[in-house]
């Protein structure tokens, strides 16, 4: 299954590099279904938009809902480049995603695993199975750079 996460996470690797030369941090998600048909993808728009909530994930899980026509995306994983922050593990949540797989660990801003944990917090309701670490360092890499330019 790595393999296919690997393949899944070029997806998303691919969305954050579309966000060169717009000011936002590359980071990028993809929603594929259970036979691996992707559904929805996204990269930050934050700056481009305007948009305080236009993280990768809520692009892509967005898509996916229209595309399905329904919230409920409790058949599809969700790959992003980086840790889903505390606004996007509630949008997982609410969403009913039951993978989410990661590339690089946010020690800053993470909820799934890293500073919080929502995404498999056994207080709430749904719980989230998380593969972090598929291709981390081509992900890490991505941000390391674009905070390297910004400096």
């Excluded at 969305?15 to 590359?26: H, I, S, Y």
């Excluded at 993808?41 to 994930?57: K, M, S, Y």
């Excluded at 995306?73 to 989410?100: H, K, N, Y």
Aim: with cysteine; glycine share 8%; charged share 25%.
């Amino acid at each position: 299954m790595n393999a296919l996460y690997a393949d899944w996470m070029g997806l998303a690797i691919a969305e954050a590099e579309l966000t060169r030369g717009t000011g936002d941090v590359p980071v990028g998600a993809v929603v594929v279904d259970a036979a691996g048909t992707v559904l929805g993808a996204g990269r930050n728009r934050r700056e481009l938009d305007a948009d305080p909530t236009a993280h990768a994930e809520l692009v892509a899980i967005r898509a996916a809902a229209a595309r399905l026509g329904s919230w409920r995306l409790d058949e599809a994983t969700l790959v992003v480049t980086l840790e889903p922050c505390t606004m996007c593990a509630g949008a997982i949540l609410q969403s009913r995603i039951p993978r989410v797989v990661f590339g690089a660990w946010d020690e800053k801003a993470g909820a799934a695993g890293s500073t919080y944990d929502l995404l498999r917090d056994r207080r709430l309701p749904h719980r989230v199975e998380v593969v972090p670490g598929i291709r981390a360092a081509e992900a890490a890499d991505l941000l390391a750079t674009f905070f390297e330019e910004r400096r």
